[in-house]
């Protein structure tokens, strides 16, 4: 059975960091693409960093230079680090896991769409 456990969420002040992690199991690890979303309250959920099978990195324009997407093959575990913090940066945040066929991650990335999700950790930034 598939899981995906996030963990690291918290409440900050503009400014400061977080680091989220994703715990997996149930799955091999090693040959998926992982992905970081977020739903903002009233918002629909958005990707802001993935990672494919091979260590290729990619995060959107409103979290680059900020948010560091990584991932550990030996724990099987997804992190990212979260510095300069925003208030714009509230929300649930995800992890998501697919196996990423062919040019699924150059192309579907972001989307919606990726096989397992975990149950999300929130997030609250103060200004």
């Known amino acids: 059975q598939v899981h995906l456990v996030e963990s690291g969420g918290g409440s900050v002040q503009a400014g400061g960091s977080l680091r989220l992690s994703c715990a997996a199991s149930?799955?091999?690890?090693?040959?998926?693409?992982m992905a970081w979303f977020r739903q903002a309250p009233g918002k629909e959920r958005e990707g802001v960093a993935a990672?494919?099978?091979?260590?290729?990195?990619r995060s959107k324009a409103a979290v680059k230079g900020r948010f560091t997407n990584s991932q550990d093959k030996a724990r099987n575990t997804l992190f990212l680090q979260m510095n300069s913090l925003k208030s714009d940066d509230t929300g649930m945040y995800y992890c998501?896991?697919?196996?990423?066929?062919?040019?699924?991650?150059?192309?579907?990335?972001?989307?919606?769409?990726?096989?397992?999700w975990g149950q999300g950790t929130q997030v609250n930034v103060s200004s």
């Open positions: 149930g799955f091999a690890f090693e040959w998926h693409c």
């Open positions: 990672i494919a099978r091979y260590d290729l990195t």
């Open positions: 998501a896991a697919d196996s990423c066929p062919g040019t699924w991650f150059e192309h579907r990335r972001w989307r919606n769409e990726y096989e397992y």
